[in-house]
């Protein structure tokens, strides 16, 4: 807080007001405010006839998660219906000022989270809040398993997932309840090596049209000569048309054997392949026979 922002408090006689910042996964910047006229500062307009408004914000000192909600009306352009069907405001940030509207120079960042569980009703929309001290409640650390534990492509696992041998990008040819592709494409691409199942567990990710920049987990990956048929494990939340494009990244089932033959990375290979399984560790001592302490064989 500011020397003249604390002085413009204690004087009694306050212009205030709030104005908010959503800043999507794809980079797209939404600025709004409670005040009757429109904000400018960061480089971010906050608009003034966007209907958003947002309850108590609830805050605490130690490890308590922040939380508030913010609530709108799917009237101003930069909200719209289908985005927020489609998922394009999942986890964005979010960030909270409380500004004087006459001098907004003078201001203090109240909340600073991302959005949670949005739901519509009507021709409304709430979203929940979660501050930042909301990262703390997932579990961190290495787990002793067989499987791999990281994610394929992240920095533990190594695996180059930009290259043609693990990326194709096809043309989708028909869509069946959102979920079933058909896509257009050569048998091969990269090495010659894409065939059934390579993308199953991977991501399917939409290029253009109105579903551009969403993407869902494959279910399952069928070569078909050169069509290649995709279902994926829930329907993407916007609507994908023929002549939509789409990339397709491969998928790992977290395997030693996968990691060795499918991605020759068995280097960075992050599980435990020679842990001994439950039934190893479950044997009971021998009742009968040689009793020197032995297992049961």
Excluded at 85 to 99: K, M, P, T
Excluded at 135 to 164: E, F, H, M, S, W
Excluded at 277 to 297: K, N
Aim: charged share 25%; glycine share 12%.
């Amino acid at each position: 807080m500011t020397a003249a922002f604390h002085t413009h408090l204690a004087s009694g006689l306050t212009t205030l007001c709030h104005a908010w910042a959503v800043t999507r996964r794809d980079g797209a910047v939404f600025g709004f405010t409670d005040h009757d006229l429109d904000l400018t500062f960061d480089g971010i307009t906050f608009r003034a006839d966007s209907g958003l408004a947002a309850r108590a914000l609830q805050q605490a000192t130690g490890l308590s998660v922040d939380n508030t909600e913010a609530l709108g009306l799917l009237s101003d352009t930069a909200i719209s219906d289908a985005d927020i069907e489609a998922g394009r405001f999942d986890d964005a940030e979010v960030r909270c000022w409380r500004v004087n509207w006459a001098d907004p120079a003078q201001r203090l960042l109240q909340f600073r989270g991302h959005i949670g569980e949005m739901r519509r009703t009507g021709a409304a929309f709430t979203a929940e809040l979660r501050g930042l001290t909301e990262a703390l409640n997932r579990p961190l650390g290495r787990i002793y398993q067989k499987p791999c534990t990281a994610v394929l492509g992240d920095a533990a696992c190594r695996v180059d997932l930009t290259g043609p041998d693990h990326r194709l990008t096809l043309a989708v040819l028909t869509v069946t309840d959102g979920r079933m592709l058909r896509l257009a494409g050569t048998e091969t691409q990269g090495t010659g090596t894409q065939g059934t199942g390579w993308f199953r567990r991977g991501r399917l990710a939409v290029l253009d049209g109105a579903a551009s920049g969403l993407s869902g987990t494959i279910k399952r990956d069928t070569l078909q000569g050169t069509l290649r048929e995709v279902e994926l494990w829930e329907p993407l939340r916007a609507t994908l048309i023929p002549g939509d494009t789409v990339t397709l990244t491969a998928g790992c089932d977290k395997r030693f054997d996968t990691c060795r033959v499918k991605f020759g990375n068995l280097v960075n290979f992050q599980g435990f392949p020679d842990l001994p399984g439950d039934g190893w560790m479950l044997r009971d001592p021998a009742a009968s026979g040689t009793l020197s302490g032995g297992s049961r064989r």
